[in-house]
Nanobody, 114 residues
Framework: QVQLVESGGGLVQAGGSLRLSCAAS????????MGWHRQAPGKLRALVAT???????NYADSVKGRFTISRDNAKNTVYLQMNSLKPEDTAVYYC????????WGQGTQVTVSS
């Protein structure tokens, strides 16, 4: 049973930074794709960024230039460095993993105050 455990959410002022981490356990294999999605109140869950084991990266247009995704394949862990945060980045951030099936974390709240 694959488990994804997020950490690093919280409250920050606009312009500030946060770093999210997500560790996968119980898989016995590297997740081919890891990344982050987010869901703001009243909105659908949307992709933020993903990264493959080979380092291919995809960002949502809204976070390009501000967020950086990285991963440690040996630790099956993915990180999201979020800089220049805006109030519209406020959402629950979900860790995502994929390897012949999708896996989700429980979510961590990120709140950006203006």
């Amino acid at each position: 049973q694959v488990q994804l455990v997020e950490s690093g959410g919280g409250l920050v002022q606009a312009g500030g930074s946060l770093r999210l981490s997500c560790a996968a356990s119980g898989s016995g294999f590297s997740l081919t794709v890891m990344g982050w999605h987010r869901q703001a109140p009243g909105k659908l869950r949307a992709l933020v960024a993903t990264i493959t084991t080979s380092g291919n990266i995809n960002y949502a247009d809204s976070v390009k230039g501000r967020f950086t995704i990285s991963r440690d394949n040996a630790k099956n862990t993915v990180y999201l460095q979020m800089n220049s945060l805006k109030p519209e980045d406020t959402a629950v951030y979900y860790c995502y993993g994929w390897h012949y099936g999708a896996y989700w974390g429980q979510g961590t709240q990120v709140t950006v105050s203006s």
